[in-house]
């Protein structure tokens, strides 16, 4: 089956821009048929894969996010990109951003190197 309703961002590495990636995901949301309460949850979802990414290791440039529908599941991607050197923040333990997402999104992947998180997927039915 072709992805269905996809959307694409790429937005600077800070919190402020989170909005517009929580906005996207909830129209993506409503466009595969979720009800309010899952699509709330989505929105948190955006909100924890977003701090996740800020606070690793080594500070990101930008933030790419992409989101579509595919064989009856709605999947979201973010990945960072650039290197503004040495992350200020003390990095979130993984395990935790792991299991916080779990709890929202039955399949998460965390991809992750010396620099920390770099990637993270994670779908749910729809």
Do not use: F, Y
């Not at 290791?57 to 930008?62: F, I, L, S």
């Not at 935790?96 to 994670?122: A, F, Y």
Request: hydrophobic share 40%.
């Amino acid at each position: 089956m072709d992805r269905m309703h996809e959307i694409a961002l790429k937005m600077p590495a800070n919190q402020e821009d989170a909005l517009m990636a929580r906005m996207a995901v909830s129209g993506l949301g409503m466009l595969a048929g979720l009800d309010a309460d899952t699509i709330g949850d989505l929105q948190t979802v955006v909100n924890e894969c977003t701090d996740c990414l800020l606070n690793q290791v080594v500070q990101p440039e930008t933030i790419s996010m992409t989101g579509w529908v595919e064989n009856n599941r709605l999947i979201l991607r973010w990945e960072v990109e650039g290197n503004q050197g040495q992350n200020q923040q003390k990095p979130l333990d993984n395990e935790v951003v792991r299991c916080i997402l779990e709890t929202l999104m039955p399949q998460v992947e965390l991809e992750s190197d010396q620099r920390g998180v770099h990637s993270i997927l994670c779908s749910i039915a729809v």
